[in-house]
């Protein structure tokens, strides 16, 4: 069954519509990062719709470790634990794997490595990451798979996607039993598939084909906006893209900036996600159609204007960029909170407008638009 419908295109950019369990999703999408069930500065479920957000985004390792997904399960899964009540897409967890470097040790079975909150020794095989992803009962789950660094040994590389393509069918089989089962807390949940393989382009694209195969509800590129260039990253997914199944969501892992995501667009890719958002504006970078405003910069210390006039943001018709420094200097929480809910606002109404875009034919403007305006603070592309 085919999950998503597209609606429009232009070039390679795609309008769709995608169902779920809890709603449908209109793509090209953001997915606001809640990894640990909250987003990091302040904002609630209620934040969220209020700001636009179709989907969210919780970490299948972070939750397992803390509070526990049995504990999750018990309380009517992660829609009821969070109080939302439209799309999550859980990360199987293997990328926060990956980060932790010495703390694991990866082997056929699945990964074996310390928690990061306590210490304490966790395996986790991919049968373990789709059982926890049931137990949250999101509506997209992930594939559990290794995310290679870059730049890394061919033969590693390749030794790598053949085992991510082995644990990909024992993913698949777990799934189709949790889903079966009938105490399931989302019996609607879909599984994505992750393609790896690095900046080797026959390998990604070997490795493409062979996870098409399983006929999964959509997939994923993993694996980049970990150290590659941005050109490398566009290259890739230009090579990828050639062989994805056109009638399934294309989700790019951990990106980005504005500007890529206007630029991925542009290449066929269907959902983003990415902390930068949130994580920048908590360091006082607020993203606006003019560019990234550094609200640290003296210049705004008596400042009585918005962050962007234009913007049709609660922070921007209510706040000064002087009261906003204010916070900031002063250490207050609210200054976080703030921040936050302009960027992902942005990001969110960005993606709207991107969807008009690509809907009216437009989208070749809006993207040099885009472009123009990050050009002068140096990101080009």
């Keep these: 069954m085919n999950y998503l419908s597209i609606t429009a295109t232009d070039g390679r950019a795609r309008v769709g519509v995608l169902r779920t369990a809890h709603g449908d999703v209109q793509t090209p999408c953001f997915m606001n990062v809640g990894t640990q069930a909250a987003v990091k500065g302040g904002l609630d479920a209620g934040d969220l719709a209020a700001l636009g957000c179709q989907i969210e985004l919780s970490n299948t390792y972070h939750l397992h470790v803390r509070p526990g997904d049995e504990l999750i399960r018990k309380l009517g899964g992660l829609h009821a634990f969070m109080s939302w009540n439209r799309p999550i897409l859980t990360d199987s967890g293997g990328f926060q794997i990956f980060s932790l470097a010495g703390l694991r040790k990866i082997t056929e079975e699945g990964v074996a490595f310390r928690s990061h909150v306590d210490g304490r020794h966790i395996f986790m095989s991919p049968e373990d990451s789709v059982r926890i992803q049931a137990n949250l009962g999101s509506d997209i789950a992930m594939a559990f798979d290794e995310c290679i660094e870059i730049p890394s040994p061919r033969e590693y590389i390749e ?3 053949e ?12 799934w189709v039993r949790q889903i079966a089962s009938p105490t399931a807390i989302n019996r609607g949940q879909l599984l994505f598939g992750i393609n790896q393989g690095a900046t080797e382009h026959d390998i ?3 490795h ?3 996870i098409a195969e399983l006929d999964l509800a959509g997939y994923a590129i993993g694996g980049l906006a970990v150290g590659e260039s941005h050109g490398e990253m566009y290259d890739t997914i230009e090579a990828v893209e050639t062989v994805m199944p056109q009638d399934k969501p294309r989700y790019l892992m951990g990106v980005g900036t504005p500007v890529n995501l206007v630029e991925c667009v542009a290449r066929g890719i269907d959902m983003f996600d990415c902390v930068m ?4 504006g908590r360091h006082g970078h607020f993203f606006t159609d003019n560019g990234v405003v550094n609200i640290n910069n003296a210049k705004f210390s ?3 204007e918005p962050i962007d006039a234009h913007c049709g943001c609660p922070v921007c018709s209510t706040h000064s960029r002087a009261y906003i ?7 207050e929480m609210l200054a976080l909170r703030l921040a936050v809910t302009h960027n992902l606002w942005y990001y969110n109404n960005l993606m709207a407008r991107i969807r008009t875009a690509i809907t009216d034919g437009t989208f070749s403007a809006l993207r040099r638009e885009i472009l123009a305006v990050y050009a002068k603070q140096g990101e080009s592309r």
Excluded: V, Y
């Excluded at 420094?325 to 250490?331: D, E, I, N, P, T």
């Design 163 to 174: 085992r991510t393509l082995r644990w990909l069918t024992r993913c698949r089989d777990e």
């Design 159 to 161: 030794a790598s996607c």
């Design 277 to 280: 958002p949130a994580r920048n």
């Design 208 to 210: 493409m084909k062979q």
């Design 204 to 206: 990604r694209i070997r």
């Design 302 to 304: 008596d400042d009585s």
């Design 325 to 331: 420094r204010h916070l900031f200097k002063a250490g």
